[in-house]
């Protein structure tokens, strides 16, 4: 098991990895974080608001279905926001910010995936 600042060390080796911070979703407080290149702290808090809007509108619509994760896309980076599904990691979500040209979605997605599993809180 990987502790926090392991597991966003191990983060930023991803391809194309630019900023990475796991997230509280329920405060929008920053648990930690490793990178640059933007104001993590601020990317974390707003990308909050983005997952309560998506799990309010689950809810209205009635769907009984979880998030794994939400990908935004700009014109020269990907954002990809992962909420983590374990038990322990409830109201959490690991939040990477990808250099688009040099990343590779799937990749990212399957790394992240892997991080969060090995994850310990």
């Known amino acids: ?5 392991t597991t966003l060390s191990s983060a930023m080796t991803i391809e194309g990895a630019i900023a990475v911070a796991l997230v509280d ?3 929008g407080m920053t648990l930690g974080a490793a990178g640059g290149g933007l104001d993590i702290d601020l990317a974390a808090a707003g990308n909050t608001e983005v997952v309560r809007a998506k799990l309010r509108t689950l809810q209205s619509l009635g769907l009984n279905d979880g998030i794994e994760d939400i990908l935004i896309t700009l014109s020269t980076q ?3 926001i992962r909420l983590l599904q374990s ?3 409830q109201g959490l979500f690991l939040y990477l910010a990808l ?5 590779n979605l799937a990749m990212a997605r399957r790394q992240l995936l892997n991080l969060e599993r090995e994850l310990s809180i």
């Open 78 to 80: 990907l954002h990809l």
């Open 99 to 103: 250099d688009r040209g040099r990343a």
């Open 87 to 89: 038990d322990h990691g």
């Open 25 to 27: 979703f329920d405060s």
């Open 1 to 5: 098991m990987a502790n926090v600042e």
